[in-house]
């Protein structure tokens, strides 16, 4: 294997520091060359050196779910390198190679394929939603069902195309009949997303549900509350909005839906197509 150039190995290993400031160095379970051990083991930064975004608080009396753990400062990813920050498209997949078949929770024993996210790497906008359902199941991809229906209508009517977005799940794998995610499942899954999160570097994300913004934001609040503003979340602008499942169910709840992706296309600076273009 050629040896790293200064600027590429200086980068690795503040990603390397930055993985396991947030904890996720259970997850590496794949076979590490010896050239990967020597650059983890060579990264030795005082943690003073690192920036901290602070996540803002709820304002709300909503009792916090005590099963999800309490939010801990959250360190800023490093940057990397043009050469690295290019290759999102890499960097997906060996997220996907470290999931791998994954058992790390009971989820696995019920599935028929693992959903891992679909979309341009390079993406602007990204969506993150609670789980696969039946459909998605099957086809290994997320949101291709009805809901997945509704969820290209959204993304048409902000003048963008499914492809040009990135879409995941809180959890990879199905829970039985569709309900939600216990939180040992949602903890277990979750950092897996936010490492996809810190490769793609969208500028916004919109969270789906209450689910997707529990974890995302690490906190329990009513949608009331958290829809409507801006939220930081690892660096990137978040959105909070309803599930397109729960619009099928509500449709009179679109329009709402609909002021708030507006909200995303205004950090993103887009325009609505107009009729002529639709």
């Known amino acids: 294997m050629p040896s ?50 602070e996540e803002p608080q709820a304002q709300s009396s909503f009792e916090e779910n005590p099963s999800i753990p309490p939010r801990k400062p959250i360190f800023a990813p490093p940057p990397v390198s043009d050469v ?29 394929k693992l959903v891992f996210g ?22 290994g991809l997320p949101f291709v069902g009805r809901a997945g229906q509704l969820l290209n209508n959204m993304i048409g009517a902000m003048g963008l195309k499914r492809e040009q977005v990135y879409i995941a799940n809180v ?21 897996f997303l936010f490492r996809q999160i810190d490769v793609i570097r969208p500028e916004v994300i ?24 801006v939220h930081s979340f690892r660096g990137t602008k978040l959105i909070v909005t309803y599930h397109p499942a ?9 329009k709402e839906a609909w002021a708030d992706l507006q909200i995303a296309m205004r950090e993103l600076g887009l325009k609505a197509p107009s009729k002529s273009e639709t």
């Open 246 to 254: 729960f619009l099928l169910r509500d449709p009179r709840q679109k």
């Open 4 to 53: 790293l150039d200064p600027a590429t190995r200086q980068a690795l290993e503040a990603r390397l520091r930055f993985y396991r400031e947030l904890g996720l160095t259970d997850f590496y379970r794949r076979p590490v060359a010896a050239s990967e051990a020597a650059v983890a083991d060579s990264a030795g930064v005082s943690a003073a050196a690192e920036t901290i975004i």
């Open 206 to 229: 919109v969270a789906l549900g209450a689910t997707a913004a529990t974890y995302l934001l690490g906190q329990r609040q009513p949608l009331a509350g958290l829809r409507g503003r």
């Open 118 to 139: 679909d979309g341009d790497p390079n993406a602007r906008l990204m969506f993150v939603g609670e789980g696969p359902g039946a459909d998605e199941d099957a086809q």
């Open 84 to 112: 690295l920050e290019q290759d999102r498209a890499a960097g997906l997949r060996a997220i996907q190679d470290d999931i791998g078949d994954c058992t790390r929770c009971a989820l696995h024993k019920g599935r028929n």
């Open 171 to 191: 959890v990879k794998c199905r829970p039985p009949q569709n309900r939600t995610p216990e939180p040992e499942e949602a903890n277990t899954c979750s950092p």
